[in-house]
């Protein structure tokens, strides 16, 4: 028997899923192979369509334990995926941009809102910007108006409060302090073959940003 055929026989789920790629709307499945997060058809199926977790509205990978809030005022960029981890805590009410190929570990806590000290009914939005190819380690918390520049890696438990926007740091501590600089000229940006925005091609994301993002 061919390798492909027995392949197929025992795994029949694997069949249709190989057909769907066929699909451009699920081209995601194919193309994200060398993504350091790979989106594939069961999380997809999982999110979209089931709602495990309550995050079918944010148009990127979620973990059902995790929690998105305001998807549509949260702009991500390439393979840069918060939630995909598990127990995180993204609230987007005041905005929050991350940038291409970032990096996003478990329980991390990005939040873009304050309840008014003197109000708990009303919120004080302050966006939050991480630029690219950072990296949040688990447990980290990313406070409102908080911007981080490029190539910043923020420490397992830190608790950022402010603002590194020239980035090329490490970050540590609570609240969090530059540990130590990166060397900018050992810093390698790198690109996947195929870009995707979550589930959209890079190259449509625009016009999906237009029509459904509020930031």
Known sequence: MPHKLTYFLRRPLQLPIVLLTRLSYFGFIRDTEDYQGRVSFEWWFSQKLLNRGGNKKAYWPVHWS?????????????????????????????????????????????????????????????????????????????????????????????????SFPEGHCILGGVPARQISPLEKDKCIPFHNRVPYNGYIPSEKFDQYRKKYLEI
Do not use: F
Request: include cysteine.
């Open 66 to 162: 995790s929690q998105v809030h305001d998807a549509e005022k949260i702009l991500v960029g390439i393979d840069a995926y918060p939630g995909l981890m598990k127990g995180c805590y993204i609230q987007g009410k005041g905005g929050i941009s991350i940038g291409d190929y970032t990096q996003i570990g478990p329980n991390v806590v990005i939040v873009s809102a304050n309840h008014d000290p003197y109000d708990s009914r009303k919120h004080i939005p302050a966006r939050v910007t991480i630029g690219k190819y950072c990296w949040l380690g688990a447990g980290a918390k990313i406070m409102p108006g908080v911007e981080l520049g490029d190539w910043t890696i923020v420490g397992a438990g830190a608790v950022v409060t402010r």
